[in-house]
């Protein structure tokens, strides 16, 4: 019994989103049964049939068209169809004005199938999320439970070919998952215990317990489909010109009607008829349907379409912007090199036990989030320093930490904080030969000076070094801005084939750096990690965020990377050239045709079943190559 009742909700839905369609296939019934009528001499009859025709087929955008003219103040194209229709049966052209209701019923429905094509790419990502889940308690079996019941701290177990049902970590066991629905990659990503995993994505091969983390309302993947969702409402400033423009066109249009009602009858001699039907065509050949629908379409569809691919726009205006892009700054770590850097040289100064200075260094990066203050702290571990000094600190933004162990106070950082000369004396000059290689150093001093120095190095990405050859090809100049040295930047920039690089950079330098690159390019991008780059962020024209799909990076820059993959902004950038490249094309063609069918109706070439045919094909076809945009290649 409840599976019959779903099949006749599942019936009824689907009636309600065919309704248009339904309702132009019953008028284009009504209107051939009124022509029937109408050539065997039944004239009443096949009138009340036309009206029938009318009040089905155009039921729907006429009452579209009245509720946005009240609410908008402003008349618009449904309108406009209306009354042509209603136009042309006061003239005795039934029929011709029941075929333009029909074909633009018609033309209504598939627009809205087209449009509904994109949001439907987003809902799809809805159903990946599973409903139910097998939930772990004690020692008893696994039971099954629904997803919505779940609560932080829940141990669930995942089984071969499952989707996961929330975020989490893994608890015990270990496989393969494939992550595709959230970055876009179709490689699985091996995954053991410790790892985070999230919901949507799929256990290839083993048996996993995890443990929830996040509430189900909380997780990466509901995020992810709030996000395109957002962008998907949001109007990109095309867009938004173009509905202006509407409501202005749409009175000259008028206008234009009123005027070819009178004017030909008194200079070009037409007999009143031929003067009202020719502006009641012109009512429908003038009206800028495919002219609106010329960016909608293929901006919905390309944000579906980056989102399929891991990339998250956050409006539509970032998408034409990219197109524009001239420049592109990146951050040195975790974006060109791989933001995990090793420890490759430790020297102390002559008279000071090596494993106390190691032990009361990283007693201070302990409390940083760093890569560096990390690299550090795994270092003194690998060492056999388990016990780290407890360390009060005051961190330095762009400097480093100052820090107080024992009582004395230590300066950890680059050389300008704990003093250059000392810094560039110590050990022979040994961080001058090892910033040569490509090592960033740091120092750590004392009251009688620097206590040691700690080389650290961080290999560039391969994908990188393709991403930025990508970038070039685009005729985007890619530039670093680093906090690094001088030397450590130079060797970087040079592996990673970037145009130009900025070495020893200031959250504020950054800022002053990417307000040159706005002066020369216009319209510039940064690359960060969402947090330490916020400032260089928000000066940018467009802000990007590459952060493995963390949280942060989803609430902070306009473009998300859900994967550290500057290839990726190359993507990016093609899916929006190739997204304004069809808008481009949309708006000419529906210019075009518009231009081309008044001049054939001042003609007295084209008639309104033809001009219905040509207003409404233009706009279906402008439609069908915005949704080109949802091809996963571009």
């Known amino acids: 019994m409840e599976y019959s009742n779903r099949e006749n909700i599942n019936l009824i ?3 309600k989103e065919h309704a248009e369609l339904i309702a132009a296939l019953i008028a284009g019934i009504f209107i051939l049964l009124a022509w029937r009528l109408d050539t065997s001499g039944q ?6 049939l036309y009206v029938i025709a009318f009040c089905v087929g155009g039921f729907a955008k006429a009452k579209e068209g009245i509720e946005e003219t009240i609410e908008d103040k402003k008349l618009n194209v449904e309108l406009l169809m209306v009354l042509a229709a209603i136009g042309s049966a006061a003239i005795g052209y039934w029929t011709e004005g029941a075929i333009l209701i029909f074909i633009f019923a018609v033309s209504g429905a598939l627009e809205t199938y087209a449009m509904n094509k994109s949001h439907r790419e987003i809902s799809a990502l809805m159903n990946l999320q599973p409903e139910e889940a097998w939930l772990v308690r004690g020692n008893f079996e696994p039971m099954k439970v629904s997803v919505s019941t779940l609560q932080i701290g829940d141990h669930l177990l995942i089984k071969p070919g499952e989707r996961i049902p929330a975020d989490g970590i893994i608890f015990k066991g270990q496989s393969s998952i494939d992550e595709s629905a959230i970055s876009g990659e179709p490689l699985p ?4 215990e410790g790892d985070e995993i999230f919901a949507g994505t799929v256990n290839l091969n083993g048996a996993i317990t995890m443990e929830m983390t996040k509430a189900n309302s909380e997780t ?5 489909i709030q ?3 957002s962008a998907q409402s949001e109007k990109s400033p095309s867009q938004q010109f173009i509905e202006k423009f509407e409501g202005t066109y749409v009175k000259f249009v008028l206008l234009g009607v009123a005027i070819m009602m009178f004017l030909p009858h008194f200079v070009l001699g037409w007999d009143w008829t031929t003067t009202f039907y020719r502006a009641m065509v012109l009512l429908v050949v003038a009206s800028p349907c495919a002219l609106v629908a010329a960016i909608m379409p293929a901006t919905l569809a390309a944000i579906s379409n980056g989102a399929k691919n891991g990339v998250l726009f956050k409006v539509g205006l970032h998408l034409e912007h990219l197109s524009v892009l001239g420049a592109l700054a990146v951050d040195k770590t975790g974006t060109l090199t791989q933001g995990k850097p090793v420890v490759t040289d430790f020297i102390v100064r002559e008279g000071f036990e090596p ?18 203050a990390q690299a550090i702290t795994s270092y003194a571990k690998a060492e056999g320093i388990t016990a780290l000094p407890q360390a009060t600190i005051e961190d330095i933004p762009g400097w480093g930490i100052k820090g107080i162990v024992h009582n004395k106070e230590y300066q950890v950082g680059k050389p300008e904080f704990v003093n250059t000369q000392h810094a560039n004396d110590f050990a022979n000059g040994a961080a001058a030969k090892l910033a040569a290689q490509g090592k960033t ?3 750590i001093r004392d009251q009688n000076g620097i206590v040691a120095l700690t080389a650290l190095k961080d290999t560039v990405r391969n994908e990188a070094k393709k991403a930025v050859s990508l970038l070039k090809e685009l005729g985007i100049e890619v530039v670093m801005l680093t906090g690094d040295n001088e030397k450590t930047a130079k060797v970087i920039a040079k592996e990673a084939g970037v145009t130009e690089y900025v070495a020893e950079c200031l959250p504020e330098t950054k800022v002053t750096e990417m307000k040159r690159l706005l002066s020369q390019h216009h319209f510039v991008g940064m690359v960060g990690d969402g947090i330490n780059d916020a400032p260089a962020l928000a000066t940018a024209t467009t802000g990007i965020a590459m952060g493995e799909g963390t949280d942060v990076a989803l609430e902070t820059a306009d473009v998300v990377l859900m994967k550290n993959d500057l290839s990726k902004i190359a993507y990016a950038v093609r899916l929006s050239r190739k997204m304004q490249r069809i808008v481009k094309q949309n708006i000419i063609f529906s210019i075009g045709v518009i231009i081309l069918l008044i001049a054939s109706n001042f003609l007295q070439v084209v008639d309104l079943p033809l001009g219905v045919i040509g207003h409404e094909g233009s706009t279906i076809l402008v439609i ?6 949802l091809n996963k290649n571009v």
């Open 13 to 15: 839905e689907k009636i």
């Open 43 to 48: 004239t009443t009859a096949s009138v009340l």
């Open 189 to 192: 990503v091996l995954k053991s």
């Open 220 to 224: 990466l993947f509901q995020k992810i």
């Open 227 to 229: 996000l395109v969702q």
């Open 355 to 372: 494993q106390m200075a190691l032990a009361i260094l990283a007693g201070i990066e302990t409390q940083s989030n760093h890569p560096l």
């Open 441 to 443: 150093v740091i120092f």
């Open 624 to 629: 069908l190559n915005g949704l080109r945009m």
